[in-house]
């Protein structure tokens, strides 16, 4: 229902001329991070899912800009990730929980800003080209026109990345089922302990690790995974107040953090792979991504600790 509501958006804005405007007044402002203004209209759309945000791509002519784009949208919060934000950060900060997540928004955009610079010459190289486009006319949108065009994407969506997703999907169910039915002793819990050290580093206990592990399906599974493993549904508590219990407001805003930057979702990763068609660009997108959560969780964590949140 996402994406059918993202097409038939995306085509309305096509179809009106608007779409050509828009890259063209943020053309000045994405050139520092190696990219044109076409990449500003797919970023934004992140902010709903990270998936339309992916495919919006495809409609970048140059090759190099549209994987450049396609590894930066997943920094941009989507609502997946917006409504773990939302559970946790008025367990940990309550009188500053919406001061807290603008702060976390705001920080995923500098990294996405300063991850584009260093991945601008090595995916883009040297090269400058110029960004010359027609300007339509502002015209009424044609209904049958963007009738196809949602028919026609939607259909190669499913094609192209729903195998992707199923399997992938099976897989992680499977590894939080197996061998005896339940989360907390599953083979997925027991990755999740496994990290217990790389954790530590974090403030995290292998009930976090679980649960971002969990969020590789969806973000929301991460709020799901929690309830599961502290065991909210027979507690007379509440999961905030279970939570807060074990972890200080700093190992939790550094779970928020991690989860923030970590790895997007299976279908954001799957669309990723069908818009590029290459998975050493997947792959490279997952090691950075995974790379910069663990190192931006960590030194947030400590500089928590200095500020007297341990």
Request: charged letters at 10%.
């Amino acid at each position: 229902p996402i994406l059918v509501i993202f097409f038939a958006a995306f085509g309305l804005l096509e179809d009106s001329g608007y779409m050509t405007r828009g890259a063209y007044v943020m053309d000045r402002y994405m050139h520092p991070i190696g990219l044109h203004g076409s990449s500003f209209l797919p970023l934004c759309l992140g902010f709903g899912c990270n998936v339309p945000a992916v495919l919006g791509t495809r409609t970048l002519g140059d090759r190099r800009h549209r994987v450049l784009t396609a590894m930066l949208a997943p920094l941009v919060p989507c609502s997946g990730r917006m409504a773990v934000i939302a559970v946790l950060a008025p367990v940990f900060f309550p009188r500053h929980a919406a001061l807290v997540a603008w702060g976390l928004v705001g920080l995923n955009l500098a990294i996405l800003a300063s991850l584009g610079l260093a991945l601008r010459r090595p995916v883009v190289g040297n090269r400058q080209l110029p960004f010359i486009m027609e300007m339509p006319l502002y015209h009424v949108p044609n209904a049958r026109t963007i009738v196809r065009s949602v028919w026609r994407r939607t259909v190669a969506f499913v094609r192209n990345a729903g195998t992707i997703i199923v399997a992938g999907a099976i897989v992680v169910w499977l590894l939080s089922r197996l061998p005896d039915g339940h989360v907390d002793s599953s083979y997925l819990a027991t990755f999740g302990r496994a990290f217990g050290p790389v954790g530590a580093l974090l403030g995290l206990d292998w009930r976090m690790l679980t649960a971002l592990l969990s969020s590789f399906v969806a973000k929301e599974n991460a709020i799901a995974t929690l309830g599961v493993l502290y065991g909210a549904a027979g507690s007379d508590k509440t999961l905030g107040e279970l939570v807060a219990q074990s972890m200080t407001p700093a190992s939790g805003l550094a779970m928020m953090v991690m989860q923030m930057i970590f790895v997007p979702c299976l279908a954001t990763v799957a669309t990723i792979k069908s818009e590029l068609q290459s998975w050493k660009w997947v792959v490279i997108d997952l090691v950075v991504l995974l790379a910069a959560s663990f190192a931006v969780a960590t030194l947030v964590y400590h500089l928590a600790l200095a500020a007297g949140l341990g």
